[in-house]
C-alpha cells in the first residue's frame, strides 16, 4: 500500500501543536504517542505508513531545542517564541527533515511540504516565512540534491522551492511571491 506522507505531516503538524499547547499549559497527561494515535485513527487506512508519523514528530519532539536553536538566526528579527505555535511546528519539522532525514526524504520535498503545510495552516505570509527561512538551512547545512539520487522516497518529488535556491520565491495560483528577507 502507498503512503501518503502529506497526509501525515498534516497530522504531525497538528500533534506537535496539541503536544506542545498542553505542555505549556502544564498538562501532566500530555503524551505525544497518544495525541498521535487519536489523529491517525481516522485516518488510519488512507494513510498507510503510519511509522513514518510517529518517526517525525518523535523526532521533532525530541529535538524542540535543537530544533529552535539552529532556526532562531535564520529568523533573527523573529524570536521562536513570538513565532505563531503553526508556523513554529512547520519550520521544526521542515528543518528536523531538511537535517536528519535526508537519505528518506528529498531536501526539496521537505521545504516544498513545509511551505504547503504553511499556506493551509498558517497566516497569509506564512508560507513565504517558512520558505525563505528553510532555504536560508538549505543553503546553510550545504545540501546537494546529489546526496539524495539513491533515496527510498523518488515518489514525493515535487517542484523545485524557490527558497532551496536562495530567491525566496514560492509559486501560487501561476503567480510568484516573493518574500521580503533581510
Not at 57 to 68: C, I, T, Y
Not at 137 to 156: M, P, R, T
Amino acid at each position: 500500500m502507498a503512503s501518503n506522507r502529506h497526509l501525515g505531516r498534516v497530522i504531525v503538524l497538528q500533534s506537535l501543536y496539541e503536544y506542545e499547547l498542553r505542555a505549556l499549559s502544564n498538562d501532566p497527561e500530555v503524551d505525544l504517542d497518544i495525541i498521535v494515535a487519536k489523529n491517525i485513527e481516522p485516518y488510519e487506512k488512507t494513510l498507510g505508513d503510519t511509522e513514518f508519523v510517529y518517526s517525525l514528530a518523535r523526532g521533532v519532539k525530541e529535538n524542540f531545542e535543537s530544533l529552535d536553536t539552529v532556526l532562531q538566526p535564520m529568523a533573527p528579527e523573529w524570536p521562536i517564541s513570538s513565532i505563531s505555535a503553526i508556523d513554529r511546528n512547520v519550520l521544526r519539522m521542515g528543518l528536523y527533515e531538511l537535517s536528519e532525514c535526508r537519505d528518506k526524504v528529498p531536501p526539496k520535498v521537505a521545504i516544498n511540504e513545509a511551505v504547503e503545510l504553511a499556506k493551509a495552516f498558517g497566516s497569509d505570509n506564512s508560507s513565504r516565512f517558512v520558505n525563505g527561512v528553510l532555504g536560508t538551512a538549505y543553503k546553510q547545512l550545504g545540501i546537494s540534491e546529489e546526496e539524495n539520487h539513491g533515496s527510498n522516497d523518488k515518489k514525493e518529488s515535487r517542484k523545485e522551492p524557490s527558497g532551496a535556491d536562495g530567491d525566496s520565491q514560492t509559486e501560487t495560483g501561476g503567480e510568484s511571491e516573493t518574500a521580503e528577507r533581510s
